[in-house]
């Protein structure tokens, strides 16, 4: 079976620190995304990567930044946390090139910015 | 861009019956993949069932089944007989061929009865 694990399931945090969210897979997969969960908004990509060094923007990469600096894992990290970064934040893998395209998700962390 | 939209933010089914989800999305691609994911209260979003747009046969995953109607633009979820542990959020979700922005849909939280 496919594992995404993410570093935290819950975390709080002061407006303006610096957050670290991990996520590591074990399947060798190349792609690896982050996305933020919200109520009546469903998910929305934040960033994605293809391979190790590389990434992309999603819809809302603003006040995010990313890195991969091993193939297994994808850090999401906020700058200075604000208020309006709370929510619940999915990490997901998937193989390129797979005929199902089908993303493996981790259990989320829900971040709470006081 | 690719919208993908559920009408119903929340539903609700009796133990054993059968329950509809709504999915409308839009796009102008011929070749795409169309998901709906489950994600249970505190637990992982997995795969429920997948439909590749070039085939014309409604997939089925043992009491899950879709109808996918390519030219309206539709792609709705039945569960059948109606488990406690079908009690999740679901997304659907649409991906363009060869690529992998996965836009996903607001979600419809279901609630099955005893």
């Known amino acids: 079976d496919v594992k995404v694990t993410q570093s935290s399931r819950y975390l709080v945090k002061r407006t303006g620190e610096k957050v670290f969210l991990e996520c590591v897979q074990d399947?060798?997969?190349?792609?690896m995304f982050w996305y933020r969960q919200d109520p009546g908004l469903g998910l929305r990509l934040i960033y994605f990567?293809?391979?190790?060094?590389?990434?992309e923007k999603g819809d809302i990469p603003e006040g995010y930044s990313v890195s991969r600096e091993k193939k297994e894992r994808f850090s999401l990290i906020l700058e200075s946390a604000s208020t309006n970064q709370t929510s619940m934040y999915l990490c997901?893998?998937?193989?390129?090139?797979?005929?199902?395209?089908?993303?493996?998700f981790g259990p989320g962390t829900r971040l709470t910015v006081l | 861009a690719q919208t993908v939209t559920q009408s119903q933010p929340e539903m609700s089914v009796q133990e054993a019956e059968t329950v509809t989800l709504s999915c409308t999305y839009d796009?102008?691609?011929?070749?795409?993949?169309l998901f709906w994911y489950k994600q249970p209260p505190s637990r992982q979003m997995i795969l429920v069932i997948r439909?590749?747009?070039?085939?014309?046969q409604n997939a089925t995953e043992n009491r899950f089944s879709v109808n996918f109607q390519k030219a309206a633009k539709s792609f709705s979820l039945k569960i059948s007989d109606s488990q406690l542990g079908d009690t999740a959020m679901y997304f659907c979700?649409?991906?363009?061929?060869?690529?992998?922005?996965?836009?996903f849909g607001a979600g419809t939280r279901l609630t099955v009865k005893p």
């Open positions: 796009t102008s691609e011929n070749n795409y993949y």
């Open positions: 979700a649409f991906m363009k061929h060869n690529n992998n922005d996965m836009r």
């Open positions: 997901a893998s998937s193989l390129a090139g797979a005929r199902s395209n089908e993303q493996f």
């Open positions: 439909q590749e747009a070039y085939k014309q």
């Open positions: 990567s293809y391979d190790v060094k590389m990434k």
């Open positions: 399947m060798d997969h190349e792609n």
